[in-house]
């Protein structure tokens, strides 16, 4: 007995796993692509130091969410916001500009000196403000928590999104990435 049991119990299981993904017109696996993500932002604490450019980076570099869509008990539907939290380490400062903002553009507005590039034209959202870079010649001071910290950002248009760090250096090693949001609902 224990022999058809389990054959029915797999096959069972295989039906359900089968039906769990959705095909749009095209063919594509809707479901592959996350409604909400987890992106490097730095890497350790140690980004203040000159010519440290290994940790002025975001992985992944290019990326897709999407939008999804909820129905309510009572039978309305509403729109569930794409997510993305950049897991900020060190002294970097997330800035996401609206859709359709280039990155020659703001490649263009970067100021020859300075601490930040604080182009403010089009921006979507901007991270916590990581303040002062702490000198980290004492070896028993703690950086600011605002250093090591999770960004959250919820996008419900679809489109693509430059974000950078908004550190003037970091951004000119290129630290940079592309936030594509797609709906669940387009083809």
Known sequence: MKGPRAVAVAVSVLALTAGAHTLDAGGKDRDSTPSHIVVAFGA???????????????????????????????????????????????????????????????????????????????????????????????????PSGVMNRTDSFGFSMPGTYLVICNVRGHFIDGMYAWIHVVDEDDN
């Open 44 to 142: 350790g604490l140690n980004t203040a130091q000159p010519g440290n450019t290994p940790n002025h980076h975001i992985i992944p570099q290019e990326f897709t969410v999407r939008i999804t869509h909820a129905k309510k008990l009572d039978g309305t539907v509403v729109v569930v916001p794409a997510t993305v939290n950049f897991i900020v380490s060190g002294f970097h400062w997330p800035w996401v500009y609206n859709n359709g903002v280039t990155l020659e553009e703001v490649q263009s507005h970067v100021p020859a000196a300075g601490l930040f590039v604080n182009y403010n034209v089009d921006v979507f959202a901007k991270g916590v403000d990581p303040g002062t870079p702490p000198t980290f010649a004492n070896a028993g001071v703690n």
